[in-house]
C-alpha cells in the first residue's frame, strides 16, 4: 500500500503560477510512475501529466502543455507539478497518483494508488 499526499493547493489569480506537490510518507516509491489527474465539479477527471520512475519521460495533456511541468526527486519521495499562466479553467482537485505499468499511462485504470487531492482554484 501507498499513501499518497497532495499539497500546495489554493486560491489564486489568473496569469500567476502555483506549485503542487505529492509525497509519500515512510514509503518509496521511486519504482512507480506518477501522474497528476485533476477533476472539475460535474466533470470527468482528466489527466494533467504523468512522469516515470526514472523521470527520463513525460507526458502531458494539451491542455498542460507548455504551462505545467512535472518534476520529481526520489530521495524525497516527492512529485511536483509546475503550474504556470493559470487559468480559470485550470480550477479543480488535483490528485496525484502512482502506478507500475511498464510504460507511463493517461488513463486513470492504470494506477493504483491515490491521493486525496488538493484544491486549486483560479479566480478571473
Known amino acids: 500500500q501507498v499513501q499518497l499526499v497532495e499539497s500546495g493547493g489554493k486560491f489564486v489569480q489568473a496569469g500567476t503560477s502555483l506549485r503542487l506537490s505529492c509525497a509519500a510518507p515512510?514509503?518509496?516509491?521511486?519504482?512507480?510512475?506518477v501522474a497528476w489527474f485533476r477533476q472539475a465539479p460535474g466533470k470527468e477527471r482528466e489527466f494533467v501529466g504523468a512522469i516515470k520512475r526514472s523521470s527520463d519521460y513525460i507526458i502531458y495533456a494539451d491542455a498542460a502543455e507548455g504551462r505545467f511541468t512535472i518534476s520529481r526527486d526520489n530521495a524525497k519521495n516527492t512529485v511536483d507539478l509546475q503550474m504556470n499562466s493559470l487559468k480559470p479553467e485550470d480550477t479543480a482537485v488535483y490528485l496525484c497518483a502512482a502506478g507500475r505499468t511498464l510504460a507511463v499511462m493517461r488513463s486513470p485504470n492504470f494506477y493504483d494508488y491515490w491521493g486525496q487531492g488538493t484544491q486549486v482554484t483560479v479566480s478571473s
Open positions: 515512510g514509503r518509496t516509491f521511486s519504482t512507480y510512475n
